[in-house]
């Protein structure tokens, strides 16, 4: 089922080179071609040109690249790949340290999906053998643990035209000249502003593709639809972001908002993101999709066609209605329409499942996959209409909510009832898609050996997202963030192509990584944010009382804006006390913190390496630095910190 103008199911505006950021000139010639590909699309299906007989699915993976000794994301995917020229099915990605390959196209019967795994672990072999000879290893992961947000810089961008058309195009279109904003809060909150889309790169993930007919698409992409929720949730592997415990599935909001190019800040309207679950049910025909994309969405990128499509549909040819794939690939819906020509000739639809995120493991991927599958035919063999028996926005609300919520999600499913995501899994979902799975005719082994890990995850209320969010929490009392994050990818890759599915992995152990190197640390990675800050008008006894309840030692003094305007420390306060009942002393008429406050001490920016930072520290003689960013105090750093790290680097040399 591979399409005949890119490699199998790659993106199509990501496997085409040749696109451009669109001049108005180039920009109307486009739109006429795009115009022209939907008329001929409809024609082609009004007249069932479109491959019937056959069924076939396929998948794309997605993984990141890191450094053999730091687990930090390694820029080397150029490397990796040129050493697999030989294999059409690696491919790039947007970042420097992501790579992709794409699984051959199964007829979905007998045994696809253990082909499929087999195919899975065989590619990620090569990689692998590819990688260590940069020394680099691969992670299967929604999002890596250890990527750092200065990782996201352009110089991590993959050297091809066709991301830097992608980047530029977006950045003409960007809402704000502030840039674009991550805003999520779980457990902890992240709010940062990042001057390139680039953050997209966060994500990596395992996208299934379904080949249906014509007539089944409107009804087996709105079981997609009411299904993502469920299927979200139960494969959920993505909630730490920069060291920051927040959606079980962080892609869904990171994803969005590293896209967001809406230019009105008004709540009165409801222009949707790139990025979108939809607006509404379909009702006939992928037709319908296309065709909201186009009124909806500008066009992002250009492309040089030379196809006229209607003249193709005339001659009785197929054609790749290139400048419609273009503008798709520019839409991401989480469940996108797909059109491709199969080997055979024949032209083809298919569903793309993009809310499943990469690993943890090869099997629990193809479960995951299996599951889906399973579901969407046997909901589709069940009930003829999903509209009959939920809303569309209970629909859409189960998606965000499985996003936040992962395997604790309560979800509203049929007739408006309310359950356990768990519940629901085990004892209705599982059910129907062993139903479906056997209609198709897999074989029995394989229904029970991916969908039995479906269930014991659900069983064991673990998935990827609750191993990593208990292992950080684990490790977070007993090492600094920055190792906790290196142990939990070591873990990680230790386990992803095992076949111990993530349900019944230990929690990591920080004995377990012996060689671990601070390499090219930053101070933002080391740095406390949770900060105690005073004013300079707050009085002297309670910045000492604050600094002692909290056992502090430095005390930053900001303004109202949060700008830095001096430093309160222990010396300061205890020449303070000690002098202060001397009639003759400046301390005797000291009453505020402007008083006694270092003013304008010394800072350091975030981006600062560890090493430069304590250059300055011990040249200067200074036990804390404020980290300033953009003007704004963001964190500090002091000795402490420093001396954490080298006591647990000194006793593994022990």
Same mark, same amino acid.
């Given at each position: 089922?591979?399409?005949?103008s ?9 496997g085409e080179?040749?696109?451009n ?7 109307t010639?486009?739109?006429?071609h ?9 024609y082609m299906l009004?007249?069932?040109?479109f ?11 997605e993984m990141?690249?890191v450094d053999?000794?730091?687990?930090k994301?390694?820029?080397?995917n150029?490397q ?12 790039t ?6 790579v992709?390959c ?14 499929m ?11 692998l053998?590819?990688a ?8 299967l992961t ?15 961008l993959?050297?091809k035209?066709r991301?830097r058309?992608?980047?530029e195009a ?10 674009f ?5 779980g ?26 007919t014509?007539?089944t ?8 639809q009411a ?7 139960i494969?959920?592997n993505?909630?730490l ?5 927040l959606?079980h ?9 590293s ?8 709540h ?9 679950f939809?607006t509404? $049910?379909?009702?006939?025909?992928i037709?319908?999709?296309y ?11 250009g492309a ?6 209607l ?6 040819g ?6 419609l794939q ?5 839409v ?11 080997e ?12 499943i ?14 599951? $889906?599958l399973?579901t ?26 499985a ?6 999600t309560?979800?509203?499913w049929?007739?408006?009832r309310?359950v ?6 085990v ?7 062993r139903?479906?799975l056997q209609s ?5 082994e394989?229904i029970?050996r991916y969908?039995g890990?479906?269930e ?8 990827g ?8 929490t ?7 963030q ?10 990680m890759?230790?386990n ?8 019944? $992995? ?16 930053r ?6 944010t949770?900060?105690?800050t ?5 009085l002297?006894?309670m ?5 002692e309840w909290?056992k ?5 003094v900001?303004d109202?804006k ?5 430093l309160?420390?222990t ?8 002098r ?5 002393s400046?301390e005797?008429?000291?009453v505020?913190?402007k008083d006694?406050?270092i ?9 600062t ?5 304590m ?7 200074i036990g804390c630095?404020p ?9 500090i750093i002091?000795e402490?910190?420093?001396l954490?790290?080298s ?8």
């Amino acid at each position: 089922m591979s399409d005949t103008s890119t490699p199998i199911y790659e993106e199509t505006t990501m496997g085409e080179e040749k696109v451009n950021v669109p001049t108005s000139e180039s920009r109307t010639n486009f739109t006429r071609h795009l115009l022209q590909d939907v008329q001929a699309l409809e024609y082609m299906l009004a007249h069932e040109w479109f491959e019937t007989e056959t069924i076939r699915i396929g998948a794309e993976q997605e993984m990141c690249l890191v450094d053999k000794k730091t687990l930090k994301p390694t820029p080397k995917n150029i490397q990796v790949l040129n050493r697999l020229k030989q294999y059409p099915w690696a491919t790039t990605e947007i970042a420097r340290f992501n790579v992709e390959c794409n699984l051959s196209p199964q007829e979905f019967t007998g045994n696809a999906l253990r082909l499929m795994e087999t195919e899975n672990r065989a590619q990620l072999a090569k990689i692998l053998e590819s990688a260590k000879k940069s020394d680099a290893l691969v992670v299967l992961t929604g999002i890596l643990p250890t990527l750092r947000k200065f990782d996201l810089s352009m110089d991590n961008l993959t050297p091809k035209p066709r991301y830097r058309a992608l980047i530029e195009a977006i950045r003409a279109q960007a809402k704000s000249s502030k840039g674009f904003e991550l805003r999520l809060t779980g457990i902890d909150e992240l709010i940062i502003s990042h001057d390139s889309p680039l953050m997209e790169a966060c994500n990596t993930s395992y996208q299934v593709h379904l080949q249906v007919t014509p007539d089944t698409f409107a009804p087996l992409y709105n079981i997609a639809q009411a299904i993502t929720g469920p299927i979200l949730a139960i494969s959920a592997n993505s909630p730490l972001v920069f060291g920051k415990r927040l959606w079980h599935e962080s892609r869904i909001a990171l994803f969005q908002q590293s896209l967001d190019v809406r230019t009105t800040q008004d709540h009165m309207r409801q222009p949707e993101p790139r990025v979108s679950f939809g607006t509404d $049910w379909l009702d006939k025909s992928i037709m319908e999709i296309y065709k909201e994309d186009i009124s909806r969405f500008r066009v992002l990128l250009g492309a040089e066609v030379e196809e006229n499509s209607l003249e193709t549909v005339g001659k009785k040819g197929i054609p790749k209605l290139k400048a419609l794939q273009v503008h798709n690939g520019t839409v991401y819906r989480w469940n996108r329409p797909c059109y491709g020509i199969s080997e055979n000739g024949m032209p083809h639809l298919r569903i793309e499942n993009r809310v499943i995120p990469a690993g943890p493991t090869v099997l629990d991927q193809v479960a995951n996959s299996a599951f $889906w599958l399973g579901t969407m035919i046997g909901m589709a063999n069940k009930f003829k209409d999903i509209r009959e028996h939920m809303s569309f926005a209970d629909a859409k609300d189960n998606f965000v909510k499985a996003a936040q919520f992962g395997v604790d999600t309560q979800f509203t499913w049929f007739n408006n009832r309310k359950v356990a995501c768990c519940d629901l899994i085990v004892d209705e979902l599982i059910p129907i898609a062993r139903e479906g799975l056997q209609s198709r005719g897999i074989v029995a082994e394989d229904i029970d050996r991916y969908l039995g890990v479906i269930e014991e995850r659900a069983k064991a209320h673990q998935n990827g997202a609750r191993w990593l969010l208990q292992s950080f929490t684990k490790l977070e009392a007993e090492v600094n963030q920055d190792e906790g994050l290196t142990v939990i990818t070591s873990a990680m890759i230790r386990n992803q192509m095992s076949e111990k599915p993530v349900h019944t $992995w230990e929690l990591p152990n920080v004995k377990d990584l012996k060689s671990y190197r601070p390499v090219g640390l930053r101070v933002e990675e080391f740095m406390e944010t949770d900060l105690f800050t005073v004013h300079e008008d707050d009085l002297l006894e309670m910045v000492a009382n604050v600094m002692e309840w909290r056992k502090l030692r430095y005390v930053p003094v900001e303004d109202g804006k949060g700008h830095l305007t001096g430093l309160i420390t222990t010396r300061k306060l205890l020449r303070y006390y000690t002098r202060r009942d001397r009639p003759d002393s400046p301390e005797a008429g000291y009453v505020c913190v402007k008083d006694i406050m270092i003013a304008n001490p010394r800072t350091i920016d975030p981006s600062t390496k560890i090493k430069d930072a304590m250059h300055v520290m011990r040249g200067e003689k200074i036990g804390c630095l404020p980290v300033i960013k953009d003007k704004e105090l963001v964190g500090i750093i002091t000795e402490m910190d420093f001396l954490r790290v080298s006591g647990r680097l000194i006793d593994r040399l022990k």
